[in-house]
């Protein structure tokens, strides 16, 4: 497994393994998967519904808690410099664990300010080993970093060859805020896998159009969280620290950018009143 160095130097695997509407019941299993094929990573949110399961499996394992690199998120309901603590306790119990490695704020919506002084405070205890944000756009994290103590480590966003972020990944490479891409596989959406361009590169190196795609990402220095219930696919998804792609490739592959919608767009007025709206499932 390859690693990233973070701004405070902690070290990050850069691929791990993402829970993202996988069943509460379904959880425990396909993190035992997981961790047994080799991914030391979880990424989870508490608005997830399924760090229970996480926490189950973490537990059944039987890996060293120091081991593995835990992830979970606080939702907008959440947000607040109080309600941030009773939150990130919550997920404590959850996940039958003493500390996450890393605490994000999912959504930049609500009182983040105040959550971030909350986590600022935790962080400097010893609770939280990293923190960061996710789906931040360049104003809002910049903004956030010139007027707090603590810059985060992190900014989860989503990133794929349909939706590359250039001008956001530069703002962060610029104040040394590592990138992390959700749905670095496009969610399968968009005929991504499809894509014939895609498909004549993975034909060269004799891999997958997802695994030439993850490449992409680790040859861009992005962290990936791809998530997948199939074990022979965490396998495969694995499987791509064995080769880097050419120029020639990253040419092409850069000519797809900007070529369909948002997953998610934060600046859609129903995204935005809806995150505020929704619960975090105990």
Request: charged fraction near 30%.
């Amino acid at each position: 497994m390859q690693y990233v160095t973070l701004n405070n130097g902690l070290e990050m695997p850069v691929e791990g393994y993402g829970v993202f509407q996988i069943k509460p019941e379904d959880t425990k299993q396909c993190v035992l998967d997981a961790l047994e094929v080799g991914y030391r990573h979880i990424d989870t949110a508490a608005t997830y519904g399924n760090e229970r399961g996480v926490g189950e499996a973490i537990k059944a394992s039987g890996i060293d808690r120091k081991d593995l690199f835990i992830t979970s998120k606080l939702w907008v309901e959440d947000q607040g410099y109080e309600s941030t603590k009773v939150a990130f306790e919550k997920s404590l119990e959850r996940l039958q664990t003493d500390y996450l490695d890393l605490y994000l704020i999912h959504q930049p919506f609500g009182d983040y300010y105040g959550s971030w002084r909350a986590m600022e405070e935790l962080y400097k205890e010893g609770k939280i080993k990293a923190i960061g944000v996710s789906n931040f756009d360049s104003a809002r994290l910049v903004d956030l970093i010139m007027n707090n103590e603590v810059t985060p480590l992190i900014n989860q966003v989503e990133l794929h060859p349909f939706l590359q972020q250039k001008d956001a990944r530069k703002v962060m490479e610029e104040y040394k805020v590592q990138v992390e891409s959700w749905g670095p596989l496009a969610e399968a959406k968009h005929g991504i896998l499809e894509e014939k361009g895609l498909q004549d590169i993975a034909r060269k190196y004799d891999k997958s159009v997802a695994q030439i795609i993850l490449r992409w990402h680790l040859d861009n220095n992005i962290v990936i969280i791809p998530k997948s219930v199939n074990k022979e696919r965490m396998i495969e998804n694995l499987d791509i620290h064995d080769f880097n792609l050419d120029a020639a490739d990253m040419k092409v592959i850069e000519s797809f950018d900007g070529s369909h919608k948002r997953i998610v767009d934060h600046n859609d007025l129903n995204i935005v009143v809806g995150m505020n709206n929704s619960k975090t499932p105990e």
